[in-house]
């Protein structure tokens, strides 16, 4: 048990299907976060990493087992105060970026801070920082479509950070991208770690141990290796001292 979790799950499990059909997609995960820890979960195609982010972010719910956030359990939370959580406390990179496709990069990061109630200057202002942040200040007024697939994802980073989320969830960020563009976001991700935002990123990538504290392996639904890595980038020399 780690002090201070900002996410705990204690035999998590989800199920789909049933008979002959039933997939055990997670199957007994127990997995404490503490704040400002970074964790890679790796594993092979279909072995339950979407599902488990997917239950952490509370996008799905659970068939059985404990979870909570920041000491508040996600089964016996309503539907409201669970979409509240999901906007306010939890930031989500996924592998095909979901930005908005009419929507400038900068309007992209302001519009999550616009729907949690954040005045139009503030979001403006959080999102130029970010954009920033993420080295993308002269693409602001870009759409999605003029922008790379590598600038995309920084921008959807810059979007998950803009309500200042308790944990950033990352599915496969680096999936659909180039070795060049996924070098770029794991910089990122490791600048990320490095100034103490709490991850979780699942990928079958393993250079993605690069940006963590703690990797996990996968494998039919459970964990079956977890490795401290102390600092992964400041082992791996390629991606130590970047980003920020
Ligand atoms: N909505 C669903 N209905 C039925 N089965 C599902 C559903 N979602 C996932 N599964 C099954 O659950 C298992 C885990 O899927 P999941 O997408 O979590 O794996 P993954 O490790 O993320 O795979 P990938 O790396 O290919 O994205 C798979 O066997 C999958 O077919």
Do not use: W
């Not at 195609?45 to 979407?50: A, E, N």
């Not at 939370?77 to 306010?88: D, I, P």
């Not at 503030?122 to 697939?149: I, K, Q, Y």
């Not at 392996?217 to 791996?236: H, K, N, P, S």
Request: proline letters at 2%; hydrophobic letters at 45%; charged letters at 25%.
């Amino acid at each position: 048990m780690t002090a201070n979790a900002v996410l705990r799950a204690a035999g998590l499990r989800k199920e789909y299907g049933r008979g002959a059909a039933l997939v055990r997609a997670v199957d007994g995960v127990d997995l404490d976060v503490a704040a400002g820890e970074a964790v890679a979960i790796v594993g092979a195609s279909g072995c339950g990493k979407s599902t488990l982010l997917h239950l952490l972010g509370g996008l799905e719910r659970a068939s059985g087992g404990e979870l909570s956030m920041a000491g508040e359990r996600f089964d016996t939370m309503s539907e409201t105060r669970l979409a509240r959580l999901r906007r306010n406390a939890i930031g989500f990179v996924f592998q095909g970026f979901h930005l908005v496709d009419e929507l400038t990069a900068a309007e992209n990061v302001e519009l999550p801070a616009l729907l949690a109630g954040v005045s139009p200057r503030a979001a403006r202002r959080r999102a130029a920082d970010l954009l920033e942040r993420v080295g993308l200040a002269d693409r602001s007024r870009h759409l999605p479509s003029a922008l790379s697939g590598g600038q995309r994802q920084r921008v959807a980073v810059a979007r998950a950070l803009v309500n200042r989320p308790l944990v950033v969830l990352a599915d496969e960020p680096t999936g659909n991208l180039d070795s060049t563009a996924t070098t770029d976001v794991l910089r990122l991700f490791d600048g990320l770690r490095r100034n103490g935002h709490t991850l979780v990123i699942v990928t079958h990538d393993s250079r993605i141990a690069a940006t963590s504290d703690r990797l996990i392996t996968m494998r039919d639904g459970a964990f079956v290796d977890e490795t401290r890595l102390g600092g992964g980038a400041r082992r791996l020399g390629s991606l130590a001292g970047l980003g920020g």
